[in-house]
T-cell receptor, first 118, second 113 residues
Framework: ETGVTQTPRHLVMGMTNKKSLKCEQHLGHNAMYWYKQSAKKPLELMFVYNFKEQTENNSVPSRFSPECPNSSHLFLHLHTLQPEDSALYLC?????????????????FGPGTRLTVL | TQLLEQSPQFLSIQEGENLTVYCNSSSVFSSLQWYRQEPGEGPVLLVTVVTGGEVKKLKRLTFQFGDARKDSSLHITAAQPGDTGLYLCAGLAGGTSYGKLTFGQGTILTVHP
């Protein structure tokens, strides 16, 4: 069992819809991540939350809006998406070191949400 | 921008054969991780290598980190159908306060019975 859960596992939405992806980690980690996995492209880091603070926004379009209400939960709010946004969206968590020192940063991934935008 | 070149992109072999997957970069990484991903699932960590020249073995899998910490390889001995999957290497950038991983494109391995 992965310790990181994601819902829904599959999502089909139109370009005018608003939907949200949810991620929950049960590992007591202090950092959470959103990745996008498209066919024939490397995994792309989208957002990083470190101690609930967003520390990375990897030039992601504003139609993707992350939310991290606490260290265990991470959301990705979607609105007015494009067909090219269809992909597998993966959430991950890790335990980072404190005081600027890095921990092992083993990232544990959830199973992903397969998103199709029509 | 740090890049990781992973090769080959596709590998189709017969059960019992050996194979090697390579991961190369012009950048130095503080550590490098190998993941395996099955269809419909997220990547699962296989190993992390940290020290230049380090070699780690996981049953029939041997992982090596280059001396300069810019490249890595995964060698599988006597491959089995259960080894089929997508193998990903990911480098961890140093000097940051959070774990920013750079992923390779992945190698899709198919082992035929």
């Amino acid at each position: 069992e992965t310790g990181v859960t994601q819902t829904p596992r599959h999502l089909v939405m139109g370009m005018t819809n608003k939907k949200s992806l949810k991620c929950e980690q049960h590992l007591g980690h202090n950092a959470m991540y959103w990745y996008k996995q498209s066919a024939k492209k490397p995994l792309e880091l989208m957002f990083v939350y470190n101690f609930k603070e967003q520390t990375e926004n990897n030039s992601v379009p504003s139609r993707f809006s992350p939310e991290c209400p606490n260290s265990s939960h991470l959301f990705l709010h979607l609105h007015t998406l494009q067909p090219e946004d269809s992909a597998l969206y993966l959430c991950a968590s890790s335990q980072l070191g404190t005081s600027g020192r890095m921990g092992t940063d083993t990232q544990y991934f959830g199973p992903g949400t397969r998103l199709t935008v029509l | 921008t740090q890049l990781l070149e992973q090769s080959p992109q596709f590998l189709s072999i017969q059960e019992g054969e050996n194979l090697t997957v390579y991961c190369n970069s012009s950048s130095v990484f503080s550590s490098l991780q190998w993941y395996r991903q099955e269809p419909g699932e997220g990547p699962v960590l296989l190993v992390t290598v940290v020290t230049g020249g380090e070699v780690k073995k996981l049953k029939r899998l041997t992982f090596q980190f280059g001396d300069a910490r810019k490249d890595s390889s995964l060698h599988i001995t006597a491959a089995q159908p259960g080894d089929t999957g997508l193998y990903l290497c990911a480098g961890l950038a140093g000097g940051t306060s959070y774990g920013k991983l750079t992923f390779g494109q992945g190698t899709i391995l198919t082992v035929h019975p």
